[in-house]
């Protein structure tokens, strides 16, 4: 590859792995999100 | 209208009288600006010209400026008076501009000394300069004002105000720069004269947000 | 009808095709730069992106001053949410300018580069827009402060970019010729679908991100009330 390829190679990558670093972060609140909604459930069905 | 500008006035004038009685912020600004020229002669190597040491100038004033204004409101709060200022029955932004008037007297004695000074070790100060510093001096205090009262009300204090104002105060530094080293001033003037208006007027519509609950 | 009920998912699928519109576009349609070469290939990414950052600033300061002046619902976490993409779309900026700068001019930051000082500085102040907002508590406080502060953002970009202007006829950098916007029209083509590829990833991320939070907002009223 020359280094003008490995260069604008460079800039996309760095494009997509900012986007995907994003969505691999919303990823992992909304799982976040799905423990603490078992958790109330089940704090609920405990109440009765 | 003259009951705003008499609370104004009153309330700048308070803040010039309790600065007269502590005077605690004018000579900590006082001698900070004379001690950053001296690292300033330190921190030019020999052959920089005379423009380099202009630019530094600024910068002292900026850092100046931020001194005495992170003290701008902590009296304040630490007397909780802002509450009492705040269901005063005036027009909130009175208390940004009594403030920034203030502020603007304080950093201008600062000046008076440290401009002398500056021309004593550097270089001498033209007019264009002077004109640059004072059309700096509202923009700062006005922004720097503005922002201390909102750096007063996070839980780091004084310690976001510098971190808040810098960026603010890029333009401030280009203008006065360019004021002094180039060889028309006038549209640098110009500009920190834009700059003012447009952010004093943020400043003035937008206050009561910043104090209000 | 659908399309409303599936806001988000319908946005995600349109920057999905207009993103794979655009890189199929560089890369096999758009014809190579004959004076820079490769490496101009980066323009269709790195000013749509920059461009798309501004939109997401003014969108932030726009929602900043319907919670200020309209006590809009909402409108706080709508603004934060659009900054906070600005940031990232200005850091994406940065990067790739700085790439472009170095496969072009050989070096890694250009001060000749109005557009990269500009979003440096507008970077700067953003991030002291987190600063700031992670320093208060929620409430009516924090979000008064965080609109107001977006608004001072958006009267500072024309200003500072002015200031970059003006700096420009003391600072002497060392020039580097750039390619204006000159472009063939394959270009100009390929260009405007990437520019939208962008704004279009900016609303579905945009739609993604306020939809987690709105939910984690309720999900901690729901807890509140149950405890």
């Known amino acids: 590859m020359t280094s003008g390829e490995k260069y604008v190679a460079a800039a996309y990558l760095v494009v997509f792995l900012t986007l995907l670093v994003y969505v691999v972060i919303i990823a992992s609140k909304l799982q976040r999100l799905e423990a603490a909604l078992t958790d109330l459930v089940e704090r609920v069905r405990a109440r009765g | 209208m003259s009951g705003y500008l008499s609370d104004v006035a009153a309330l700048a004038r308070k803040d010039l009288l309790l600065e007269l009685r502590g005077r605690d912020t004018l000579p900590a600004m006082l001698l900070f600006v004379a001690s950053a020229l001296v690292i300033f002669h330190f921190a030019l190597p020999s052959g920089t010209g005379e423009l380099a040491g202009l630019g530094l100038l600024w910068v002292a004033i900026v850092f100046t400026a931020l001194l005495g204004l992170s003290r701008a409101f902590v009296a304040e709060r630490e007397q909780g008076v802002l509450d009492g200022l705040v269901l005063a029955p005036s027009d909130r932004s009175a208390i940004w501009l009594g403030k920034a008037i203030a502020a603007f007297a304080f950093l201008a004695l600062a000046e008076v000394v440290a401009l002398p000074l500056f021309a004593l070790f550097f270089s001498s100060v033209d007019g264009a300069t002077v004109a640059g510093v004072v059309l700096a001096d509202v923009g700062i205090c006005a922004v720097g004002v503005f922002l201390a009262a909102m750096s007063i009300a996070t839980r780091a204090r004084e310690l976001l105000l510098p971190v808040l104002f810098l960026p603010l105060a890029i333009p401030l530094i280009v203008g006065g720069v360019g004021a002094s080293v180039t060889e028309n001033p006038g549209r640098y003037l110009g500009f920190l004269a834009l700059y003012d208006l447009l952010f004093a007027t943020i400043c003035w519509a937008s206050f009561e947000y910043v104090v209000a609950e | ?227």
């Open chain 3, 1 to 227: 009808m659908w399309l409303r009920n599936n806001a988000l998912a319908a946005s995600a699928a349109l920057a999905a095709v207009l993103l794979a519109s655009a890189i199929a576009l560089i890369a096999f349609y758009v014809p190579v730069d004959a004076d820079q070469g490769l490496s101009q290939k980066i323009f269709y990414f790195h000013v749509p992106i920059a461009l798309t950052a501004y939109a997401c600033f003014g969108w932030g300061a726009w929602k900043a001053l319907r919670h200020l002046w309209k006590r809009q619902e909402g409108a706080d976490l709508e603004s934060y949410v659009a900054i906070h993409l600005g940031v990232i779309f200005g850091a994406m900026t940065l990067l790739t300018g700085s790439i472009w700068a170095r496969a072009s001019w050989g070096v890694w930051w250009a001060w000749s580069s109005k557009q990269l000082v500009l979003f440096l500085v507008l970077f700067l102040f953003y991030c002291a827009y987190f600063m700031l907002r992670f320093s208060v508590e929620p409430g009516p406080r924090r979000a008064n402060l965080s609109a107001v502060y977006a608004l001072f953002g958006v009267v500072l970009i024309p200003i500072s970019f002015l200031a970059i202007r003006l700096a420009e006829d003391f600072i002497h950098p060392t020039v580097f010729t750039s390619n204006g916007p000159q472009m063939s029209g394959s270009m100009f083509f390929t260009f405007c679908v990437s520019w939208a590829a962008m704004l279009a990833t900016f609303g579905a991320l945009y739609r993604l991100e306020l939809a987690g939070k709105r939910i984690d907002a309720r999900m901690r009223e729901l807890r509140e009330l149950l405890a």
